[in-house]
């Protein structure tokens, strides 16, 4: 059983991803992002891949068991606030972590439903996109996907806005309450768009791109800190905002290390929400 949300003394948030030993994404980026939101965080390991700025080169796909038992020792002894997905790998973890999420109750799930890395290596096992779209989107407060990801859940081209619309659609059509469709993949501005399925609005999430290379593990970033943000009880709405705000500041003071895609500055992302320079606005 979830331990009372009142006894615990700070807002907790758990990942359920894959490890970077690169440390740019994954539960790596995942922790650093909770961290710096003043969010304890915990992890379940789902796989352990070799992987740098340039190329994932290799992935070990832990078993469904050990995945099972983390998430029950978190669960059944802290509890969470808030939970996100990353990289799930294979069709068995995803039906593992959708069972895990429906025996512990867990609410405030953010699904990042991981795919390719940056580098363009395969993440999720092309059978476990069934059970993304019926096993673990139905559970998800919000899906994050980017435009490739939210082509591949919903089959529908995107090549404008009402494109992005009607994929939201789709997506929330299977029992999420919202979808949020990352726009870095798109062309222009960087802009995200929050379809929230109760209301039937969408929401403009704002971003100027950035000039810079360096952009490994956003995607991450983007949905940690939003699971961090409805961890500490804010409004989804004011989560996304916030989101945002954190990952467009940590891509612009994004670090060059590594001879590809460098990744992306948590420390000065969470320092400039804290001095009051990267909020979004109340909602």
């Known amino acids: 059983m ?3 949300q009142g006894r615990r003394p700070c807002p907790v948030a758990l990942t359920i991803a894959g490890s970077d030993s690169g440390g740019g994404a994954g539960i790596q980026a995942d922790l650093k992002t909770f961290t710096t939101l003043g969010v304890y965080g915990m992890s379940v390991i789902t796989a352990v891949t070799a992987q740098n700025t340039t190329a994932v080169t290799g992935v070990e796909v832990l078993p469904v068991a050990s995945v099972t ?3 029950d020792a978190a669960m ?7 939970a996100k997905t990353g ?8 039906a593992a972590v959708a069972d895990g999420v429906r025996r512990h109750a867990i609410a405030n799930l953010v699904v990042d439903p991981v795919m390719i890395s940056k580098s363009g290596h395969t993440l999720l096992d092309e059978d476990a996109c069934d059970n993304v779209r019926s096993l673990l989107l139905p559970l998800a407060l919000v899906v994050t996907p980017n435009i490739p990801e939210a ?5 529908i081209s995107i090549d404008s806005p009402g494109d992005i619309i009607a994929a939201a659609e789709a997506i929330c059509s299977t029992g999420c309450r919202a979808a949020i469709i990352k726009g870095g993949h798109a062309s222009g501005d960087a802009d995200d768009h929050l379809y929230i399925a109760e209301s039937g609005r969408t929401i403009t999430l704002a971003g100027d791109r950035i000039a810079t290379g360096n952009t490994h593990g956003t995607g991450c970033t983007f949905s940690a800190a939003l699971a961090a943000s409805l961890a500490c009880g ?7 905002y916030r989101a945002k705000k954190y990952v467009t500041a940590a891509i612009a003071h994004a670090l060059p290390l590594g001879k590809g895609h460098g990744p992306t500055n948590h420390i000065a992302a969470g320092e400039l929400l804290r001095d009051g320079r990267c909020t979004g606005p109340e909602r």
Request: aromatic letters at 0%; charged letters at 20%.
């Open 2 to 4: 979830q331990q009372d």
């Open 69 to 71: 038992a983390q998430i």
């Open 76 to 82: 059944d002894d802290i509890g969470c606030d808030a």
């Open 87 to 94: 990289m799930l790998a294979t069709a068995e973890i995803v």
């Open 151 to 155: 082509e591949a859940l919903t089959g």
């Open 234 to 240: 804010l409004s989804l709405e004011h989560s996304a």
